[in-house]
């Protein structure tokens, strides 16, 4: 491995190291965000307003989780820019969000010896990404307890 590539797994690693902890914390504040209108949920079960609720708190957990994936790359922005990786602040959150939803963005590049932290950023968003979807479709299945029709041979059994 050449010593520029050193630099880069080592800050790659340990920028995935860090929003991976942070993907993690924001998760847990998202839970304790949801845990009242959930209780609300249980509470008004096979009511119209329960199916709102639901829908509202599953669109209100997507938009945590945007917000949260927006923050993540503005770590990772920064140390594009702290590194001198890319040319402007405004670059840099754009080629880190292309890179983390792995989009990629033509005509942007890093650096030469920055290269390598793109397709790190881009392993980092899959994982995150991944541990997204996971979470939201937990939420989706405890929504579904909350509010589905009580009684064998109902949809959704």
Do not use: C, N
């Amino acid at each position: 491995m050449t010593p520029a590539w050193v630099s880069d797994w080592t800050w790659g690693l340990l920028l995935i190291a860090m929003t991976l902890v942070l993907h993690a914390v924001g998760l847990v504040l998202i839970i304790l965000a949801l845990s009242k209108p959930m209780a609300l949920i249980r509470s008004r079960r096979g009511k119209l307003s329960s199916i709102t609720g639901a829908a509202l708190l599953i669109g209100a957990a997507g938009w945590m989780l945007a917000v949260l994936h927006g923050l993540e790359a503005v770590v990772w922005a920064a140390a594009y820019a702290l590194l001198g990786a890319i040319d402007s602040p405004r670059d840099a959150i754009l080629y880190s969000l292309d890179s983390m939803t792995t989009r990629g963005s033509p005509g942007m590049t890093l650096q030469p010896q920055w290269q390598l932290m793109g397709a790190l950023e881009s392993a980092d968003g899959m994982l995150l990404f991944g541990i997204s979807t996971a979470f939201l479709f937990a939420v989706l299945e405890r929504v579904w307890s909350l509010v589905r029709p009580e009684g064998p041979g109902k949809l959704g059994e």
